[in-house]
């Protein structure tokens, strides 16, 4: 037996409508995961299903930061073996620029919506003793800082400290938490960032900041993820999971 | 659009550079503290005082702050 496959576990990708959650659900489905898809949008998760292997995956659309689709969503799963969460939306915004209204909304989506799931899923029992939940982070605001983007920074390290608190708080009812935290990986989440700084700006960091000279693609984080959600892992919580292509190393 | 108050939002944005600097015909991104958070501020303060969207490519196809407030107005 393959200690990686996926074979006979159902697993929730959230944010699958898009780069990183989309290659996730890909992937998870070609190691034999049932997947089930959340995202808004759901032609956008259809799409993601065409391009999937397998079957018996499901489409479940809904808005997670909304808490009436948030419990309907939890109501309506079937008992998971693991969740990956990948929604999770960019501000570029220099701090003297801030307002109440935008730095909830990033941390809304970026965080509270994912506490408050995990919240509903324990509560309803849907995460089965030896389920894994992962939560895409990033090296920005969990390992090292970034300029014009602090308050998706300050969101990142708040998923890190909420993994490290509810992998203690949820290791005695079998349940394992673990994050990845990815470095550049180009999607449309970063069109923003790349249009103030210029095309050029890919290339120099590419180049400059990432030894293993390319940046990243949705599937070698996916890769990690399976790796979380396997049996392979099952002695693994409270974790980062750094997939960067060195980036941190310099 | 008033320029002298565009120029005085734009220079609003700098922190080092004198006031003098900013002129209708200063080419701002010749300016040394123009930088990748100078041109998010730019937009930030496009965004927040007259209520547009411009982008990184609008910053870049201009030249002067002028043309830049013109672009702004007519946008």
Known sequence: ?250 | MDIKEFIENFAGEFDETPMEMFTPETDYKALDEWNSLTALSIVAMVDEVYNKTITGADLRNHTTIAELAEFVENK
């Open chain 1, 1 to 250: 037996m393959n200690p990686f496959s996926l074979d006979g576990k159902t697993v929730l990708v959230t944010g699958a409508s898009s780069g990183i959650g989309r290659g996730i659900a890909i992937s998870c489905a070609e190691m034999g995961a049932k997947v089930i898809l959340n995202g808004r949008n759901r032609e956008r998760l259809e799409e993601t299903l065409s391009q999937m292997s397998g079957a018996g995956h499901l489409i479940m659309p809904c808005d997670l930061s909304k808490q009436e689709d948030l419990e309907a969503l939890a109501d309506a799963l079937p008992e998971l073996h693991g969740w990956v969460n990948s929604a999770g939306i960019p501000k570029v915004c220099p701090i003297k620029h801030f307002n109440r209204e935008e730095v909830e909304e990033i941390f809304n989506v970026n965080i509270t919506s994912t506490m408050l799931l995990l919240s509903m899923l324990v509560k309803k029992k849907k995460l089965k003793r030896g389920s894994s939940v992962v939560l895409i982070s990033a090296v920005t605001g969990a390992f090292v800082g970034s300029k014009g983007d602090t308050s998706y920074c300050a969101t990142k390290g708040a998923v890190n400290g909420f993994m490290k608190g509810a992998a203690l708080e949820l290791a005695p009812q079998g349940i394992r938490i673990n994050s990845i935290n990815p470095g550049l990986v180009p999607t449309n989440i970063l069109n923003l960032a790349n249009d103030i700084a210029g095309e050029e700006h890919h290339t120099e960091i590419m180049l400059d900041k990432y030894p293993l000279k390319r940046l990243g693609t949705p599937e070698d984080i996916a890769h990690g993820a399976i790796y979380l959600l396997s049996d392979a892992s099952s002695w693994v919580t409270g974790t980062n999971l750094v997939i960067d292509g060195g980036y941190l190393l310099n």
